[in-house]
C-alpha cells in the first residue's frame, strides 16, 4: 500500500426532510451572507429552493442567488458568480443541485479569493483556500458533495478540465433521498453510471496487494448493481435512492481509493465527449468505460478477472482468465444497457469524424503533452483506437 | 434507512515512518504544549517515544509526558492526567499507543474542560468541548484513532464504561503499519477480533434495506479473514498489517454503520469481563461473540444467514435456512480459534461462579435498569445464559 493521508472533514446530513436545516449548518459553519447557487427552474418549482430561502430567513442569515448552472458547467457562469460574491460581500456559497451546480460553487469559491483568473486551478495551479461551501444534493452521481473536486468546462476552446484541493471539501452536504425522486429515468441512469464509473477508476491499479480497499470498491459496486434496477423500476423507491445516494458519496470522497494508484482515464476520455457534445457525463461514462477496459485489460488480466467474479458473478476460467476479464466488461455494458444507457457514438450524437479533433483536445489540449496517464498510459494512437471502438 | 448525521474530521497520515511528522501535525492542529500520554515500556524501549519527542523539539512544541496506561485503562490515571494538564497549562495531547492510550488520552481531553468528575461523562452527561488530541497508533483493534468514542474502566467498583462525542474526534491520527509488526501474535489476534466484533456489532442491525452498509460491513470482514492469517502467519508482512489497518479504522469510524440500529451487546457483555479479568479485550470478544450470536441469531435467521453466505462462503441452505446462519457462526469461531484466540472462560480466566457477579454489574451496574438494549433486548435471564454458554 502506498504513503498516504485521507481528510474528509465534511458533516453529512442524511435523511428525510433536512433541507429545512440548511440556515442551521450555514451558521453553524460560519456563514452569514450566503450566496444560493442552483441550476434550472425544476429546483425553484418543485420549491426546494422556496424552503431553502425559508430556513435561511429563519436563522436570519442574508442570502443572494445565482440560478443557471446547466449540465457540464461552464466558466462563464463561474466569472459572474465571483463577480457577484465580491459585490455583495457573500462569505458562504450554497450549492443546491448536482455535481454541475456544486463544482460550479466550488470554482466561484477558489476564484473569490484569488487575484488572477480561477482558469488558473483548472490548469494545475494549486488552490490554497476558497469560501466555504455546503450543499443540498439533488441526484446522487458526482460525489462532489464529500470530494475535494471541480470539473468545468471553459468556453474559450471547451475545454473541460478538473481541479481539485482539501479547500474545496464542501463544510457541510444535505443528503434526502426523496430529493432524487423526480429525476428523469435517464438522469437517474447517467448518475449511476458515474458513480460507477468512479469505482472502476480507483479498482484500476498498479499498487499491489491493497485487499481492503478491492472490497470496498467491490462492495459499492454491488451496491449500485443491486440498487440501480430497483430505482429504474420504481423510481419513488425511497430505501433504494437512499443506498444509492451514500454509495455515491462514498464513491468518491476516496476513503476507498486511498494508498493506490488510480485510473481515471475513462473520465479523461469521456470529458471531451461531454464538452464537444454536451452529453450527460455518466452517458458518456456508459459508452466510453467499456472501450477503455476491452482496450487495456491486458495490462492486468487478473484484475479484470477478479472483478468479473467478486462483482458480476462470473465463474473464474482458470484455463482461460483472459475470457473471464472479458465476460465482465460484457456484464456491465449488459448492466448499463439495461438501465437505459447509450453504449455507442450514435447514442451521444457523437460523430465518427470528430474522432481527430476529440483526441487532439484530449491529448495536447491545454497544455498536455501527448498522452493521459493512468491505469495504462495512453497517446494519441491509442486514443483514436479507443473513440473508434465506440463508433 | 434512518436519518442520520456522519462527520468524520480526523486528519489521517499513513504509511511508513510517517511518526516523524507529528510535530508538524500538532502545530498545523494548533497545539503548542503538549502531554505525551502512552501505555508501557515498549514504545520507550523501541525508540518510538524517542522518535516522536525529536519530532516535537524539531517544531519548537513544549511536552511534558504521562506514561503508564494499562490495557483497559483506569480512571486513576485520567485523573493524573487531568492535574498534570491543568498545572501544564497543555492545549493538546498526543496519544501514542492503541485503544488504551487513546481513550485514556480522550477521558482527560474532556476532564480537564470540566469542572466535574470526568466520570460523569461515562455515566451519560453529554461531552460539549474537550482539548484536541491526536494520536499515534500502534496497534489496529479498537477503531479509537477515528471514532468519537472512549471506554474506561472505573476502579471504584470496576464499571468499565464508554463515552461518545464528536468533541473526541482525534484531530489527527498517524497510521504506520511497521510500529505493529513488533506486537506477540496475541496482541495481534486480540486486536484483529476486536475489529471483526466491531464489524459485527453494526451488521447486526433491526433497521430493514441497508445493502450499501451491510456490502461495506462484509467488505471489510473478508478483507479481516484474508489478511488476518497472513499476519499471524509473517508478523513482519507490511501489506497485511497495513489493509488491517485501516480496515480497522473504517470498521469503527461509522461511515460503515450509518443509518442503522446496531447491536453493541457483545460488547457489553465482554466489557464485564474485561473490568473483572483485565483479559484482553478482543480475547473476551472471541468467547463472547459466539455465545451471544448463538442465543440471538432467530430473532432473524435471514441476517445471520446472510453473513454466511457472503462472509463466510457457505451454501446457502433455502430449505433450513437457520443450519446456514448457524454453520456462519461456526465458520467464525473456527477463524477465531485458527488465529489463537480463546473461545471459553477457561481461556480467559474467568470463573463459573462468577455469573451472578457479572449479571448484577452489567445489567443494574452503575444505573441500568435491569436490561441491555440492542439487536436483542437482553434482560437478567438471558445474560445468565450467555456466560454459561461460555463455560
Redesign the interface.
Same mark, same amino acid.
Given at each position: 500500500?502506498?504513503?498516504?493521508?485521507?481528510?474528509?472533514?465534511?458533516?453529512?446530513?442524511?435523511?428525510?426532510d433536512?433541507e429545512n436545516r440548511a440556515g442551521e449548518l450555514v451558521k453553524r459553519f460560519g456563514g452569514s451572507r450566503v450566496l444560493i447557487h442552483y441550476g434550472g427552474g425544476s429546483a425553484v418549482r418543485s420549491g426546494l429552493i422556496g424552503r431553502v430561502k425559508k430556513s435561511l430567513e429563519n436563522e436570519g442569515v442574508y442570502y443572494a442567488e445565482l440560478g443557471g448552472v446547466r449540465p457540464n458547467p461552464r466558466s462563464g457562469l463561474v466569472y459572474e458568480g465571483i463577480s457577484l460574491c465580491r459585490k455583495e460581500r457573500i462569505d458562504f456559497i450554497l450549492a443546491v443541485g448536482g455535481g454541475s451546480a456544486i463544482d460550479s460553487s466550488k470554482a466561484i469559491a477558489a476564484g473569490v479569493l484569488y487575484d488572477g483568473d480561477f482558469w488558473d486551478f483548472y490548469s494545475g495551479k494549486k488552490i490554497e483556500k476558497a469560501l466555504p461551501v455546503g450543499t443540498i444534493l439533488t441526484i446522487a452521481a458526482a460525489g462532489s458533495e464529500g470530494s475535494p473536486d471541480s470539473v468545468i468546462t471553459r468556453e474559450d476552446g471547451m475545454f473541460k478540465r478538473g481541479a481539485g484541493s482539501d479547500a474545496l471539501r464542501p463544510k457541510f452536504s444535505i443528503l434526502n433521498?426523496a430529493l432524487t425522486m423526480t429525476l428523469p429515468p435517464y438522469q437517474t441512469a447517467a448518475g449511476i453510471t458515474d458513480i460507477m464509473a468512479h469505482l472502476h477508476e480507483r479498482y484500476l491499479t498498479n499498487t499491489?496487494?491493497? +485487499?481492503?480497499?478491492d472490497?470496498?470498491i467491490? !462492495?459499492?459496486l454491488?451496491?449500485m448493481i443491486?440498487?440501480g434496477p430497483r430505482v429504474i423500476a420504481d423510481p419513488e423507491n425511497y +430505501?433504494?435512492r437512499?443506498?444509492?445516494m451514500? !454509495?455515491g458519496m462514498?464513491a468518491h470522497n476516496n476513503?476507498v481509493g486511498?494508498?493506490r494508484s488510480q485510473d481515471w482515464n475513462s473520465h479523461n476520455i469521456e470529458h471531451e465527449l461531454s464538452a464537444l457534445y454536451d452529453c450527460a457525463h455518466g452517458a458518456g461514462l456508459a459508452v466510453t468505460m467499456p472501450a477503455v477496459f476491452r482496450y487495456v485489460y491486458k495490462h492486468d488480466v487478473m484484475r479484470f478477472a477478479k472483478l468479473a467474479v467478486r462483482v458480476w458473478g462470473c465463474q473464474m476460467d482458470f484455463d482461460h482468465p483472459e475470457e473471464t476479464a472479458l465476460a465482465g466488461i460484457a456484464a456491465l455494458e449488459n448492466f448499463l444497457r439495461s438501465i437505459g444507457m447509450p453504449l455507442d457514438f450514435a447514442g451521444l450524437g457523437a460523430k465518427k469524424e470528430d474522432i481527430p479533433k476529440l483526441v487532439e483536445s484530449l491529448c495536447y489540449g491545454d497544455g498536455r503533452d501527448g498522452s493521459i496517464s493512468g491505469f495504462v498510459t495512453l497517446n494519441a494512437e491509442d486514443c483514436t483506437k479507443i473513440y473508434q471502438m465506440m463508433v
Open positions: 500500500m502506498d504513503n498516504f493521508t485521507f481528510y474528509s472533514p465534511s458533516f453529512f446530513m442524511f435523511g428525510k433536512t433521498p499491489k496487494d491493497v +485487499e481492503v480497499t472490497r470496498l467491490e !462492495a459499492l454491488l451496491t443491486h440498487e +430505501e433504494a437512499a443506498n444509492i451514500w !454509495a462514498m476513503a486511498v494508498g
